[in-house]
């Protein structure tokens, strides 16, 4: 696990936070952007309850309108910050699946990459047992070194696979894509009995 440890303690809730109450497991995005990738999933997956995270208002303002226009009940729009919000919202073992689709690669402060984290542990300790994580990037680099971290730190199986050049889940999946840019994903399983220090921590 990392050598730092991550402290939930001390995290103070989102402004206007309301603890949300889902019926189901849920699937996580973080960093939904305009929320294309969002309204898709939930269009294809009815049966499933999308939370779909966008820090930057900007962005966030027009992914509500876009969620608003295709009426999505399945489809939850958070306007935060994912850390204190998954903390604070998010109970141990209920997501069945995370995206993280072409994050910010933070190419001026690596200890911010998600899988270079200590927030990640915690995250890893929301998700059940055989949930999915998808990372998406157009950065081989980034891909090698999270792949390393996933081997070294995280003990957690992965594939690494190239995206098909017609996929287009995401405004920038689609803008790399046209530019011939090398996108790759890694699917990463949680496997059954894993265990974080945080399986049982609850705000």
């Known amino acids: 696990m990392s050598a730092r440890l991550f402290q939930p303690q001390y995290l103070q809730a989102p402004r206007n936070f309301v603890v949300p109450q889902f019926e189901r497991a849920i699937c996580l995005e973080i960093g939904a952007g305009m929320g294309r990738h969002a309204i898709l999933f939930a269009e294809q997956n009815p049966d499933k309850t999308l939370v ?111 995206i098909a050049a017609e996929s287009a889940r995401t405004h920038f999946e689609v803008k790399y894509l046209a530019r011939g840019e090398p996108c790759e994903e890694l699917i990463i399983t949680k496997p059954a009995q894993y265990q974080t220090r945080f399986d049982d921590w609850v705000k």
Not at 63 to 90: G, K, S, T
């Open 52 to 162: 779909a995270i966008e820090r930057t208002s900007a962005k966030f303002k027009v992914f509500v309108a876009r969620q608003q226009d295709h009426q999505l009940e399945n489809l939850y729009p958070v306007h935060a910050d994912a850390i204190p919000w998954v903390v604070h919202a998010v109970l141990p073992k209920t997501v069945e699946q995370l995206f993280l689709l072409y994050p910010n690669p933070e190419p001026k402060n690596p200890a911010q990459r998600w899988l270079n984290m200590p927030f990640f542990e915690f995250l890893l300790s929301r998700l059940q047992d055989n949930a999915r994580i998808t990372l998406a990037s157009n950065i081989p680099a980034y891909l090698d070194e999270a792949a390393s971290q996933l081997e070294q730190v995280w003990k957690l199986p992965f594939v690494r696979q190239a």
